[in-house]
């Protein structure tokens, strides 16, 4: 346990003493989970003499979120002692990690999964806080609803969720996604070959790159129509420039003696572009459709504020803040970033399969 570890512990202890303290001033009655949280992470500090494993610190987040949420039920306007105990337990949390990141092995797949724990608890620990202050707070479900009451109406939308999934993700973002990730390649390898094209394409390129998004959409509807189409146009013109300079550059990677190495054994362009320059730009382009497997979900997202049928995410999200239906618009929001998040973790573990090699994806 490192010094830093043992101040955050030393720190919420202290506040758990604090709250147990104000309790009793106060003549307050916590419940039973709230009064045995407390009163054993004041008695952690007796970790100055012994040593306690990490999964104390975990047991002390646990039980700390658990009373904190129920108790955060009872009571109305909530006393000091109970976002003392928020706080002791966010600390908990913090301890619990910095000590997994000190345990596990820097690669998954040699600690058993262990790393995933890391994120995990630290999502964890940012909606039990949002979940504690919006309802300790009172703030107005029409500013910020809770987690739980998001988590109600997901349960509730299922269908419509995935009626929006279907058209925005399966159709707009893959369709436009492998449009335009796959022409960037392509020009990329046909520039390559053509130094006027790569004179001529590259500032062209740069200048549609940084067209307006909000301007494009409106046209791209009007082009293509209301449907799919239309957004999975502008989903192509947001992705062709990241892959086609991404490549370009990782094409340019391979070092002058590996160049002349292949002209010695006689290798041909297209020998030496499959056999040297191509794996030496791998990590550029999985870069490229790593960078692009977001900006096409927000592209298609803000492409249907512009025109769509009755259905979709940015449609729903569009017609339901203007009804003040506030928590399916963070339904919507909450699917759209596990989509991203997950179309993302499927081309990271892909690049990691297939440039395992590569110096950047070794570990120390």
Same mark, same amino acid.
């Given at each position: 346990m490192s010094q ?42 007796? /970790? ?6 990490? $999964?104390?610190?975990?047991? %002390?987040? +646990? ?5 904190? =949420? ?13 976002? =003392?105990?928020?706080?002791?337990? $966010?600390? $908990?949390?913090? +301890? ?7 345990? &596990?092995? #820097?690669?998954?797949?040699?600690? !058993?999964? %262990? ?19 919006? /309802? ?21 939308? *299922? ?42 394409? %590259? ?8 067209? #307006? ?33 991404? &490549? ?30 191509l794996p030496a ?17 927000? !592209? ?15 449609? /729903?999200? @569009? ?15 909450a699917m759209a970033?596990?989509?991203? @998040? ?6 990271? *573990? ?12 070794? /570990?120390?």
């Amino acid at each position: 346990m490192s010094q830093f570890q043992l101040y955050l512990a030393i720190l919420a202890s202290g506040l758990c003493a604090a709250a147990l303290g104000l309790t009793l001033l106060s003549g307050a009655e916590p419940t039973l989970l709230l009064h045995g949280f407390l009163v054993l992470g004041a008695l952690s500090l007796l /970790r100055l003499w012994l040593h306690p494993g990490l $999964w104390l610190d975990s047991a %002390l987040a +646990v039980l700390g979120a658990v009373a904190v =949420l129920a108790s955060f039920q009872l009571y109305p306007g909530p006393p000091a002692f109970l976002w =003392l105990a928020l706080v002791a337990t $966010w600390l $908990w949390s913090w +301890v619990f990690v910095e000590r997994l990141s000190d345990l &596990t092995a #820097p690669s998954l797949g040699q600690n !058993g999964g %262990l790393g995933l724990l890391i994120p995990l608890t630290f999502g964890l620990a940012i909606l039990v806080t949002w979940e504690a202050i919006t /309802r300790g707070a009172g703030v107005p479900q029409v500013i910020l609803p809770p987690p739980s009451q998001i988590g109600s109406r997901i349960a509730a939308s *299922l269908p419509t969720l995935w009626t929006d999934f279907q058209q925005t993700f399966l159709k707009a973002v893959l369709a436009g996604y492998a449009i335009g990730c796959g022409v960037g390649f392509l020009v990329a390898i046909l520039i390559d070959r053509s130094p006027f094209l790569k004179s001529g394409l %590259l500032p062209l390129g740069s200048f549609v790159s940084a067209l #307006p998004i909000v301007g494009v959409a409106p046209i791209m509807v009007m082009w293509f129509g209301f449907d799919w189409q239309s957004k999975a146009a502008v989903v192509v013109i947001m992705t062709f420039f990241p892959m086609l300079v991404n &490549t370009i550059a990782g094409l340019n990677a391979a070092s002058a003696i590996e160049r002349d190495l292949m002209r010695t054994y006689a290798a041909s362009y297209w020998q030496t572009l499959l056999k040297l320059r191509l794996p030496a730009a791998a990590p550029f382009i999985f870069n490229a459709l790593k960078i692009c497997s977001t900006l096409a979900l927000i !592209g298609a997202i803000v492409a249907e504020f512009f025109g769509s049928p009755v259905a979709g995410m940015g449609f /729903r999200i @569009s017609a339901e803040i203007g009804r003040m239906n506030v928590d399916m618009v963070w339904a919507e929001i909450a699917m759209a970033a596990l989509a991203g @998040s997950v179309f993302y973790g499927v081309v990271a *573990l892909v690049e990691r399969g297939i440039t395992f090699w590569h110096p950047s994806m070794r /570990r120390a």
